[in-house]
């Protein structure tokens, strides 16, 4: 299962200026395996964002492909980090099911008083956007991860004199 990066994210108009791709195992470490991992490209490359931060969104991203792609244990998933001109860190985990019941109400979700966080709102709470798109050999779940005080796909504002 291969599909371009950058697809499920709008108006993300900005130049690539390095990706990286891997692949883990579906097992029970996988989701340990993507954020540890994630230091390593991370750390070896200049990036406006924190590296402790995107290592365990990474990780969310691959426990939730793990959880519900519904391949076996011996399966790869595919995981990407691409770094935009721009600064922005795209992290993008592939898996075999096209469908994602539910993502709005998964990625809009919100803890009640004394509830447990949950995978993508902890993500959320790290500055990530989450998306993700079909193709005909599954989806592409994608966090951006803006640097620090940028604003990616926001309108240029007029400037008052």
């Not at 964002?49 to 365990?56: Q, R, S």
């Not at 096209?98 to 509830?115: L, S, V």
């Amino acid at each position: 299962m291969e599909q371009g990066g950058s697809v499920a994210i709008p108006g993300l108009a900005c130049e690539l200026t390095w990706t990286q791709k891997e692949l883990f195992r579906a097992n029970r470490l996988a989701a340990g395996n993507a954020r540890r991992y994630t230091h390593l490209p991370l750390t070896a490359r200049d990036v406006c964002v924190d590296v402790k931060d995107a290592a365990l969104v990474g990780g969310v991203l691959m426990a939730n492909a793990v959880a519900y792609s519904g391949v076996p244990a011996y399966a790869e998933i595919p995981k990407r980090w691409t770094l935009h001109r721009s600064g922005a860190l795209l992290i993008e985990v592939q898996d075999a099911r096209r469908d994602f019941p539910d993502f709005d109400e998964i990625t809009k979700w919100e803890p009640a008083e004394g509830e447990r966080a949950r995978s993508f709102w902890s993500a959320r709470r790290l500055g990530a956007e989450i998306a993700y798109a079909s193709s005909p050999y599954g989806k592409s779940v994608q966090a951006m991860i803006a640097p620090p005080d940028a604003s990616i796909n926001a309108p240029a504002v007029p400037h008052s004199p």
